[in-house]
């Protein structure tokens, strides 16, 4: 790999995504159930924005701790929508590497979403995708179902 190889050539095409009406219950059920880091939320195919396993984290401080459901808690108060901070920060797939992890750097996350000129989603790309690619290998991808579509694991350590 060489900091100016286009995106393209590391980032993971079939992506585990959520939709930003979804209940909010569904971010923890995709988290619990695939072996991914970073979640695309989409609007009609366009990335709004990003949730990370960080930001589920923080779903915690809204359940109840009287042993209620958390999904179902979550899915009756609030959809996917409020959770989003800020827009996303996204990459074309044609930008180097190099791009990608100053732009990862300066922003403190781990993963861009890879969009088209449309702000379609196109892949995701992680930190540990760069950093296996630096070091000589970037390994094949397990698949998992996404909401609605084929997906794979967006190349965070679980």
């Known amino acids: 790999m060489h900091a100016s190889d286009p995106v393209n050539r590391l980032m993971t095409e079939a992506v585990l995504t959520v939709g930003v009406d979804e209940p909010a219950g569904e971010v923890l059920r995709l988290f619990a159930g695939h072996p991914v880091h970073h979640l695309p939320v989409v609007d009609q195919a366009k990335v709004v924005g990003m949730l990370s396993s960080a930001d589920v984290m923080k779903l915690d401080l ?35 590497v190099e791009s990608a992890a100053r732009l990862m750097a300066g922003n403190g996350v781990h993963a861009l979403a890879v969009v088209d000129g449309e702000d379609r989603l196109l892949g995701i790309l992680t930190t540990t995708d760069i950093m296996q690619a630096a070091l000589g290998g970037h390994p094949a991808r397990a698949t998992a179902p996404r909401s609605g579509a084929p997906a794979a694991a967006d190349g965070e350590d679980a």
């Open 62 to 96: 809204f359940v109840p701790k009287n042993g209620a459901d958390p999904i179902a808690f979550l899915n009756q108060r609030m959809k996917v929508r409020a959770l989003l901070r800020r827009p996303p920060l996204t990459i074309l797939p044609h930008q180097s």
